[in-house]
């Protein structure tokens, strides 16, 4: 067995590959890659990975951002700490989805079922990744937040948020009606919560509505700076390293 892993912690990369290993020494390492990017990049190119084990959210963005770009057809396995993915959803398609941190018994029924489903990856190779992800709740993201202000509690609809971000250690929505509301959720928890085909994770900081992206320039350093509809407190800067996924999303619209 062939095994890719997506993963950006490497020490989480490496205990992950170890104890593959102890269950199947058998099984061949062939990358351990740590962004979307080097993903795209890697599969991009004619490889033979059998398996595939992926964090769901990396450094620059969410592994699935990488199976939007490329065609895999290969089993995967999802391993994050949030179990806000549709778990059933991805189990019903032959893909299991283990959550962090989990147990070596945890990885060997994982492996187990891609093995038990072998048969039916080989004889077909072309398994729609896209038709599974477009059932995943994540694509669907949530629908609304409620927020407190002025004594008031009212619901905001995501399609009517710009973007979020962060500041001192606080989350703030911002409207297309630039209206700035304080939430308590992490955009950690917003990105496992907000569709990913609408919304993406600039940087540490923001996260941004596709809607309310004016336009996009090449900045010094191979960097990109993105100009929203709306007014945003700091300059929106894309990294060198996470510019082609980020293109790759607006794409897709």
């Not at 297309?176 to 308590?184: A, E, H, L, N, V």
């Amino acid at each position: 067995m062939k095994i890719v892993i997506i993963e950006d912690e490497v020490k989480a990369a490496k205990s992950l590959a170890s104890l593959i290993l102890q269950l199947r020494p058998e099984a061949q390492i062939l990358a351990q890659l740590q962004s979307v990017e080097a993903a795209i990049d890697y599969f991009s190119k004619p490889h033979q990975a059998e398996l595939v084990f992926s964090d769901v959210q990396l450094s620059d963005g969410i592994c699935f951002d990488i199976f939007r770009n490329v065609k895999l057809a290969c089993p995967i396995i999802f391993c994050t700490a949030y179990g806000e993915y549709a778990m059933d959803a991805i189990k019903a398609n032959g893909i299991d989805y283990i959550l962090k941190p989990f147990s070596r018994e945890d990885l060997e029924k994982a492996i187990e079922k891609v093995e038990a489903f072998g048969n039916f990856f080989q004889r077909d190779k072309n398994i729609d990744l896209e038709a599974l992800f477009s059932k995943l709740g994540k694509d669907e993201g949530k629908k609304s937040f409620l927020v407190f202000q002025n004594n008031k509690y009212i619901t905001i609809a995501s399609d009517q948020i710009a973007f979020f971000y962060t500041r001192h250690e606080t989350t703030h929505l911002v409207s297309f009606q630039k209206q700035t509301y304080t939430i308590p959720t992490s955009l950690d928890q917003l990105q496992s919560q907000l569709s990913s085909i609408q919304f993406y994770r600039l940087n540490r900081q923001y996260i941004i509505n596709f809607n309310a992206v004016k336009e996009v320039e090449h900045y010094y350093g191979r960097k990109l700076l993105v100009h929203l509809h709306i007014a945003t407190p700091d300059d929106l800067l894309v990294g060198k390293e996470r510019s082609t996924a980020f293109l790759g999303w607006l794409s897709e619209r």
